[in-house]
């Protein structure tokens, strides 16, 4: 099973992805975490860590090839989870082009809508919590912009597929899960 989880920043797309690991036994491959990992003091984690510490969207170019490294490992050829990719149409174009290189396909991409004061509140709380960094007033802002400008599209790009299913984020995480799993089964 391929699942990706669209949705800005703080619909729980990671909380979400955790549950369903557990459930279905594929990995959850989120591409912030997999950029946060970058060794910050590397050539490589300074580039990411400029892009992530302002909320911008790291570029293609980097993005590209640690994920498609990632989708290549051996667990993830029963499926995945997909969390923060794709963030562009670019991409989105990329990943169907690696789907169909390997004859594999999605399954579904799930929306989590959650309105915007929601959203912040979570991530000024997940802040607080797991001291993120790249959760500040003026980043969130950003995140959300980029998310509006150019994840929303990727949205259209799966809907002309028959992909999308769009899931309200904001209820409870229980309640969210049971309308993830009525939405893949």
């Known amino acids: 099973m391929r699942i990706v989880f669209i949705g800005p920043p703080g619909a729980g797309k990671g909380t979400q992805c955790g549950r369903l690991t557990e459930e279905f036994g594929i990995p959850h491959l989120s591409t912030g975490e997999m950029l946060r990992k970058t060794e910050r003091d590397s050539p490589l984690g300074k ?11 790291a570029p293609d170019y980097l993005v590209l090839p640690i994920v498609t490294q990632r989708l290549s490992e051996a667990d993830c050829s029963q499926g995945c989870l997909l969390d923060g990719f794709p963030r562009t149409v670019n ?5 169907d082009q ?6 594999w396909e ?3 991409v799930l929306n989590l809508t959650v309105p915007s004061e929601d959203l912040i509140a979570r ?15 003026e980043t969130i802002a950003a ?3 980029i998310f509006r400008n150019q994840t929303a599209p990727v949205l259209d790009h799966y809907k002309q597929q028959g992909l999308v299913k769009s899931i309200d984020g904001s ?3 229980d309640e969210v899960f049971e309308l993830i799993r009525q939405a893949v089964s």
């Open 47 to 57: 580039i990411v860590a400029s892009y992530i510490d302002h909320g911008r969207l």
């Open 91 to 95: 991409q989105a174009e990329k990943l």
């Open 98 to 103: 690696f789907l169909v290189e390997n004859n």
């Open 106 to 108: 999605l399954d579904v």
């Open 123 to 137: 991530l000024l709380r997940r802040a607080e919590q797991e001291n993120r960094v790249d959760d500040t007033d």
């Open 143 to 145: 995140r959300l912009e």
């Open 171 to 173: 209820n409870s995480p």
